[in-house]
């Protein structure tokens, strides 16, 4: 059980459209009364070219026409000389350029600008929040997981109330950096401090981190809420898997029933596992019912295994006779002859001893069995119920050339003399 979704690909789809909308968004009134006066203003010389670049970056077109665009945006912006520049003026020219750059692609240099911005200290309060914010997201896009750490724990130690998806963001970063323990603590603040349903991801995230620390009764309790929150087949499973890795069969099964009552267990494999634990558990009646039923409707698929698992459960029930179909079919589809072995006893059992040497005649023929010796025995037994002496008598002569079985044939031998001597026969 393991937990591999949490990539940087999360990052390259959000972080990038995010940076590059906090840019344009701080444009927007870059003419308006509040940068106009105090701290948060542009100098006269600079406000134009700001309101050009603005023009630029708001410019619909094709792809094309909107990359010329950002170029000539990025060219009025470079060639302002930032060390003129009001710290809020260079601050936010720097913040349009990272934001410029990750649009082009250009990550690392993103992150320079970026942090360069950060470093003036000159943006509004809430502004520069989100700025550090966006240097962790790029980090943690380019791979610098320790570094992001540093800016996140920072950025939400500075927020007055950090929001769920923002712990999120810290404990994947904890996670990408292999440092699984102190990834908890915010997976699960993510989780519980969600009004709403948590995101999927976030569940997906702290579950990873209870079963590689194996809190499986905390991964429990969590698979109840996702399964209510987002009912999935892979839920279902997890919460199977983590009942058997407790050593409670009974209960793994039990969920795996719901799950198929659910219609999520509908693949061939996790049915025939179902019937195949059903046996575990002494219920072999309900085991031949899945089998029976999926075999029909054809939901599970018509192999060797299935009617072999089928064959089982019929005879744990002890249906001996509806168990010669499948086992018959099972037998005709294996490499070997065991399962032939297997019909012939069964056929034994039901008093069938023709068709017991019939099944024992296809095993030979397939050949490689474990215990060739027993299976002449068999044949032989078939053939004295049957009152055919001599194959008997033959059959048993057989068994004599194997170690595991001289003894019980030669008795077996004597045994056809003596009643054929009672009988008065002599076939």
């Known amino acids: 059980m393991t937990y591999g979704t949490h990539s940087r690909n999360p990052w390259l789809r959000r972080g990038t459209l995010a940076i590059a909308t906090l840019a344009v968004v701080g444009l927007v009134g870059l003419a308006g009364p509040a940068f106009a006066q105090g701290q948060y203003q542009f100098s006269q010389r600079n406000l134009k070219k700001i309101q050009k670049v603005f023009e630029f970056l708001q410019l619909e077109g094709t792809e094309e026409e909107t990359e010329a665009a950002r170029a000539e945006a990025k060219d009025i912006l470079l060639g302002i000389n930032l060390k003129r520049a009001k710290p809020y003026g260079r601050a936010r020219i720097l913040c349009t350029l990272g934001a410029i750059s990750v649009q082009d692609g250009q990550n690392e240099e993103a992150l320079d600008y970026l942090e360069q911005c950060v470093a003036e200290e000159a943006l509004q309060p809430e502004e520069q929040l989100k700025n550090l914010f966006m240097v962790g997201q790029l980090q943690t896009m380019l791979g610098n997981y320790d570094a992001a750490i540093v800016t996140l724990e920072k950025w939400i130690s500075q927020v007055e109330t950090p929001s769920p998806s923002s712990y999120y963001t810290l404990a994947v970063t904890y996670y990408q950096a292999e440092r699984q323990a102190e990834a908890l603590a915010p997976a699960k603040k993510a989780v519980e401090l969600s009004v709403d349903t948590p995101r999927e991801p976030w569940y997906r995230l702290l579950l990873s981190l209870h079963l590689e620390r194996q809190e499986y009764d905390e991964a429990l309790a969590l698979l109840d809420d996702m399964i209510l929150a987002y009912p999935k087949k892979a839920y279902w499973s997890q919460m199977a898997a983590i009942y058997s890795e407790k050593n409670n069969t009974a209960r793994s099964l039990a969920v795996q029933q719901i799950a198929k009552m659910e219609g999520f267990l509908t693949e061939s494999r996790d049915l025939m596992r179902v019937a195949q634990m059903l046996m575990v558990e002494g219920l072999p009646h309900q085991g031949a019912a899945v089998m029976k039923a999926g075999l029909e409707d054809g939901s599970i698929e018509p192999t060797q295994s299935a009617y072999q698992t089928y064959s089982d459960t019929l005879l744990q029930s002890r249906e001996w006779a509806l168990a010669v179909d499948p086992l018959s079919k099972a037998a005709a589809m294996n490499d070997d002859g065991s399962l032939y072995v297997r019909?012939?006893?069964?056929?034994?059992?039901?008093?069938?001893?023709?068709?017991?040497?019939?099944?024992?005649?296809?095993?030979?023929?397939?050949?490689?069995?474990?215990?060739?010796?027993?299976?002449?025995?068999?044949?032989?037994?078939?053939?004295?119920?049957?009152?055919?002496?001599?194959?008997?008598?033959?059959?048993?002569?057989?068994?004599?050339?194997?170690?595991?079985?001289?003894?019980?044939?030669?008795?077996?031998?004597?045994?056809?003399?003596?009643?054929?001597?009672?009988?008065?026969?002599?076939?």
Do not use: C, M, P
């Open 343 to 427: 019909l012939a006893q069964v056929n034994l059992q039901l008093g069938r001893w023709d068709d017991a040497r019939g099944a024992l005649d296809s095993a030979f023929e397939k050949g490689d069995l474990s215990d060739e010796g027993q299976a002449h025995i068999l044949y032989g037994i078939a053939a004295f119920n049957d009152k055919k002496w001599n194959t008997a008598t033959r059959a048993f002569t057989r068994a004599e050339r194997f170690d595991g079985t001289a003894e019980t044939a030669g008795k077996w031998k004597a045994y056809v003399e003596r009643e054929k001597a009672r009988l008065g026969v002599s076939e």
